[in-house]
């Protein structure tokens, strides 16, 4: 546990839906392969569409290239970092965006979408 996974053959790039489906309702392969850098990846929850950026054991990075945020935010980039010590996991998400004008607010409600997103896949894996 800990340990971030995106090979072909990993269930996870699509037991998120299945995990919390009322926040995800799937994500598909556009270019590239699962679990490669520069593989496009689109998520059906804010239609976004990501390219992975970068992947380590611990980390992975997404820029979104395409979507509802694009019409905000001039670039976005959200990280997963994992940091693991015997049984306990630490989970920190990183966004860096820049606002298309100064009248756009932070993205304070996709960051709790996402730590709501978090809590489901922690519930999952504690089952």
């Avoid at 926040?23 to 392969?33: F, R």
């Avoid at 059906?44 to 509802?68: F, M, P, Q, R, W």
Wanted: contains cysteine; hydrophobic residues 35%; charged residues 25%.
């Amino acid at each position: 546990m800990g340990t971030l996974s995106m090979s072909s053959g990993d269930p996870n790039r699509t037991i998120f839906p299945k995990i919390s489906p009322d926040k995800i309702q799937g994500c598909d392969l556009h270019e590239g392969e699962w679990g490669t850098v520069g593989s496009v990846i689109f998520w059906n929850y804010v239609h976004a569409k990501t390219t992975l950026n970068s992947i380590c054991s611990y980390t992975i990075s997404t820029v979104v290239i395409e979507g509802d945020l694009l019409e905000l935010y001039k670039s976005f980039v959200a990280t997963l970092h994992v940091d693991t010590k015997g049984e306990n996991n630490l989970v920190t998400w990183t966004f860096e965006y820049e606002k298309r004008s100064e009248d756009v607010e932070d993205p304070n409600t996709l960051m709790d979408f996402i730590v709501n997103l978090t809590k489901d896949i922690e519930t999952h894996h504690l089952k």
